[in-house]
Structure formats: C-alpha cells, structure tokens
C-alpha cells in the first residue's frame, strides 16, 4: 500500500513561475493516491490555470475566501480541518512574508491559520529575494513555528541567475510528502557509499578498469534514501543520473576514492563500499601517449589502499558493508573477505559470464554477517536494493 494512500493534502499554489511544475506534482500525488484539494491564491491564476488544476486532481480548485457557492460545500475552515498536510508549492517571498505575520488576507493564509494540520512550504523565487535578510528572518520565524521548509535547490532560474531559489522538482516533493507521513526507518542516519568503477591512468589518454555500470550502487543509493538516510555517493565514472536527494561526488580513481571517503568518515554512520575498485594502479603514468613502437608493452603496477578494510578498521568505524565480486565459490571466498576486512556485513555476487552482477540490470545477493546470513534470489538491481538495505537498516539498528 503507497505510504499516501487516502492521506489529504492541500496542495497551495502561489504566485511564481515554478507553479507550472505544481500540475505535475498534483499528478505524482493522485497517482500515488493520495486526495488532493488545490488552493491557488489569485496571483497563481496568472502562471497556471485552475481548470488544469480541477482536471488533474479531480478536485473543484479554490480560490476565492467568500464564494458563496462553494463555501456551501467545504467553507474554508472546513478546509483547513479537512487537511491531513497543506504543502504550499510554491511559497512565494510574499506568501512566506504574509505567513510569517500571520496575516489572513486570501484563502490560502486564512486556511494555514486556522488549520491544526502540519504545514510545510516549498520555496520558490529569485536568489537575491531567498537570500534577503527579510525572507531569511520570516522563515527562521516560520521555523520555530515548526513549519516544515522543503528546498529551494540550488541552480540556474528562470530569471537567468544561478543560485538558491529554485523550488524543489515534483518528484521530490513527492518523496517528501512519502516521509513525512512514513518517516523510512534509516530517518537521521547518515550514509556514505562508493559506486562504479574505478579508472586507472596509464597515459593522458588510456587507463585499466572494470565492467561495473554504477547500477547496483545507485539503486542501493535511491533506496536509502526511500528509508530516510542522508546520502553521499562517491562514485567512480559512470552515465547515470544522480538520484534524488543524493550528493554525488564524482571520482576517477581509487586514490581518490579514498581521500573522498576518508575526508566523511567522521559524519558517516553506515558505510557501504559497491564500487569496483582497481586493486592496482600503474606504478608511474606516462605523461604523453605512448606510442606503439615496441612488440611488447609492460606495465609496473602498484597496490592501491583498500579502502574499505580502512573504513572497517577505524577508530570509530561505522557500520561497514562490503561487497564480494567472485567467480566461483561465492559464500566461502565472502565469508573469507568479510572476515579478513573485518566488516559487519558482505554483499557477494557472482561475477562474468551472464550470472548479473556488472552491468547487467538484475543481480542476486549472498548477505552474510556475524552468526547469520540471507540469499537475496535474481532480481532487478532496484529492487534487490530495497531488500538488501532492509537488511542492512535491521542489523545497523540491532549493533546500535
Ligand atoms: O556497477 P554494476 O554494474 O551494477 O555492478 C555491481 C558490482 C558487481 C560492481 C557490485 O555488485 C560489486 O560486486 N561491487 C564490488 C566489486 C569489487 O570490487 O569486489 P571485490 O571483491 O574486488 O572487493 C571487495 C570489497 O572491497 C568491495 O566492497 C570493494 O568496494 C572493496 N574494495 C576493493 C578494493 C579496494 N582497493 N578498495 C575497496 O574498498
């Protein structure tokens, strides 16, 4: 069952141009079933149109504080009763200002201050209007009221500037909303995570690396944050998109993996190491393309830091899950690596061949811990994700 099922929103819509992508945040809402009743303040008539509104949330939209006809189906307190959450997409600088203050000049503030429902704003307008002391003093107001305050992004306008002010993408808003009623069970925690390859130089123009497609690291990336975790992803190169709500950092090599890791250690509660890291490196890059003079080339390779047995063995480590890439005798080569990098968990899959793991859209996993162990069967990596993090999130609360 979706986490929004029969759950009310009162999505309000004010005057900005991001309440274009409101239509598309009312869709994801209906589509996760959620009831949504759209409130627009008069200025959010002039960047969007209400019967688009009534079309996609099925819902007649309001608009106006003393309209006799509808206030004789739902008045406006009846509204703000009605509620389970009012999210307002966009919150305009003027709205937030009118909120801050209290004020009760349209149906929409009126309705946020006569309601007992949580109340959570998604920011939207030009940087220098988010940046300004005044919004910034009506939302630490707005704050310490416990109105929850989602975004801005950061990134490019629609008035040409970049910067802090975007309002958030509906898809986001969507998960949100998910959290909010069905906080996932990782909510605070912080997770770091290593993904994809990694590529080792050997001149300006080549390198030795692996298969790993930074899919099985990324869907493990999304469905953290599905459980409410915070998560950073140190990936290696690969052409996938940045799943939301996750902070990439992009990384070419296992030395720099390992300083990008070691430099979060400290804010990391559970550490998760996918990436196919090189375990060798060239001893010395060759600084201009090497030509193919000679019958034979060779290569002097050096080994590069195992960054997860650094992480395992910190001080104060976090929660560390390994993965094990073999080709044959998968749980005895796993429980050898977990034991020898002294981790709490180890993912393994058998590599090569058309048995999943790089590449490939499914996988399946052998978990194993301390005293226990679980066969994850073939599946989509997404999925897989959501299992193995399920399993993670168990044992990380269990050592707690
Ligand atoms: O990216 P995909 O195409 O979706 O494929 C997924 C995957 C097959 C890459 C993934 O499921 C996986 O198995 N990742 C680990 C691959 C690997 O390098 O395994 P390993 O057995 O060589 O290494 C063991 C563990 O030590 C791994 O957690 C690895 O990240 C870590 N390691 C290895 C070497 C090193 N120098 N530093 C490390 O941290």
Not at 43 to 56: G, H, S
Not at 312 to 329: D, L, M, N, Q
Not at 346 to 364: H, K, P, Y
């Amino acid at each position: 069952m979706s986490a929004l099922e029969n759950k009310r929103v009162l999505l309000g819509i004010t005057g900005g141009i991001a309440a274009y992508k409101a239509a598309e945040l009312v869709r994801l809402l209906v589509q996760a079933k959620a009831q949504v009743q759209v409130v627009m303040t008069p200025a959010a008539a002039n960047f969007i149109t209400p019967l688009t509104m009534q079309a996609l949330s099925g819902r007649s939209v309001r608009q106006e504080m003393f309209d006799t006809e509808q206030e004789a189906v739902m008045g406006h307190i009846d509204l703000a009763r009605w509620a389970d959450l009012i999210l307002v997409a966009p919150a305009s600088a003027d709205f937030i200002s009118r909120l801050a203050v209290g004020m009760a000049n349209d149906l929409l503030a009126t309705l946020c201050l006569a309601t007992t429902a949580p109340i959570a704003l998604a920011p939207a307008m030009n940087r220098e209007m988010w940046q300004n002391q005044a919004t910034q003093q009506n939302v630490t107001v707005l704050s310490q009221r416990e109105v929850e305050i989602w975004g801005p992004a950061d990134g490019e306008q629609a008035c040409g500037e970049v910067g802090p002010g975007r309002m958030l993408e509906p898809m986001q808003l969507l998960r949100q909303v998910s959290d909010h009623f069905s906080p996932g069970v990782l909510q605070g925690v912080q997770v770091l995570l290593t993904a994809g390859p990694t590529q080792e130089p050997i001149d300006p123009v080549r390198y030795v690396g692996n298969r790993s497609s930074g899919r099985m690291g990324y869907a493990l990336a999304s469905a953290f944050i599905q459980q409410g975790a915070t998560v950073t992803l140190i990936s290696g190169p690969v052409s996938l998109d940045t799943p939301v709500g996750v902070q990439r950092v992009d990384v070419e090599t296992a030395l720099e993996m390992e300083r990008e890791v070691i430099a979060r250690l400290d804010q990391c509660d559970i550490f998760v190491a996918c990436a196919a890291v090189a375990d060798y490196r060239c001893e010395e890059v060759a600084g201009q393309k090497i030509k193919k003079s000679q019958d034979r080339l060779e290569m002097s390779m050096v080994r590069n830091p195992d960054i997860l047995q650094q992480v395992a063995s910190a001080a104060s480590a976090p929660f560390t899950v390994g993965f094990a890439a073999e080709t044959e005798r998968l749980a005895e080569l796993a429980e050898a690596k977990r034991n020898a990098k002294g981790v709490d968990m180890i993912a393994a899959n058998l590599v090569g061949g058309d048995q999943g793991g790089f590449g490939s859209a499914e996988n399946a996993l052998t978990v194993l811990w301390e005293g226990g162990g679980a066969d994850l069967p073939m599946m989509d990596k997404k999925r897989l994700a959501q299992d193995l993090v399920e399993l993670i999130a168990k044992k990380y609360h269990e050592k707690d």
